[in-house]
T-cell receptor, first 113, second 111 residues
Framework: ETGVTQSPTHLIKTRGQQVTLRCSSQ?????VSWYQQALGQGPQFIFQ???????GRGNFPPRFSGLQFPNYSSELNVNALELDDSALYLC????????????FGPGTRLTVL | EDKVVQSPLSLVVHEGDTVTLNCSYE??????LLWYKQEKKAPTFLFML????IEKKSGRLSSILDKKELFSILNITATQTGDSAVYLC???????????FGKGTRLHILP
């Protein structure tokens, strides 16, 4: 158990819809990173939030957005879902942007039909 | 462009065998190399390597980093069926706070 939780566990959406995924970080961890892991691939960095501000972004379009809240929870929002968005979405929390020692949540499996 | 390449992509061995997993990288301003084990969902941390030539060990697992040749290996001795998993290699860069992952090696241990 890493102390990082995610909800929901599984989600099925249709193309064009919007989705919000949630993550609850370890207490005291003020950095959260979100990753997309397609089948058979390694996790791909989406973005990172540090103290409620976006602190870095990977090669993902603007329809991927996020929020981080003071209570160590965060959200990943994806608009206008596409079939290729089907993946496991992982969040990871760490202390003070030291992502070498980040702790992963169990992930949300998103299927877009 | 920064990249991390793992080989082989998949491996099937018998219980008791020793395996070596490879990870090579090209990352600007290298900070650290990390190994994770992913069984079902959440990757779990195995090792963090920052210095060349210093072996890290945890039970039957060990890892070493070569910063001159830009690679790392993960060794698992006396493999057990519980070692079946995807092993991920990732590299952290000082240029930003991103961690770049390889595609992973899927290891299957036959009883």
């Amino acid at each position: 158990e890493t102390g990082v939780t995610q909800s929901p566990t599984h989600l099925i959406k249709t193309r064009g819809q919007q989705v919000t995924l949630r993550c609850s970080s370890q207490s005291g961890h003020n950095t959260v990173s979100w990753y997309q892991q397609a089948l058979g691939q390694g996790p791909q960095f989406i973005f990172q939030y540090y103290r409620e501000e976006e602190n870095g972004r990977g090669n993902f379009p603007p329809r991927f957005s996020g929020l981080q809240f003071p209570n160590y929870s965060s959200e990943l929002n994806v608009n206008a879902l596409e079939l290729d968005d089907s993946a496991l979405y992982l969040c990871a929390s760490s202390f003070e942007r030291i992502t070498d020692t980040q702790y992963f949540g169990p992930g949300t499996r998103l299927t877009v039909l | 462009e920064d990249k991390v390449v793992q080989s082989p992509l998949s491996l099937v061995v018998h219980e008791g065998d020793t395996v070596t997993l490879n990870c090579s990288y090209e990352v600007t301003n290298f900070r650290s190399l990390l190994w994770y084990k992913q069984e079902k969902k959440a990757p779990t941390f195995l090792f963090m390597l920052t210095s060349s030539g210093i072996e890290k060990k945890s039970g039957r697992l060990s890892s070493i980093l070569d910063k001159k040749e830009l690679f790392s290996i993960l060794n698992i001795t006396a493999t057990q069926t519980g070692d079946s998993a995807v092993y991920l290699c990732a590299v952290g860069s000082n240029r930003d706070d991103k961690i770049i992952f390889g595609k992973g090696t899927r290891l299957h241990i036959l009883p």
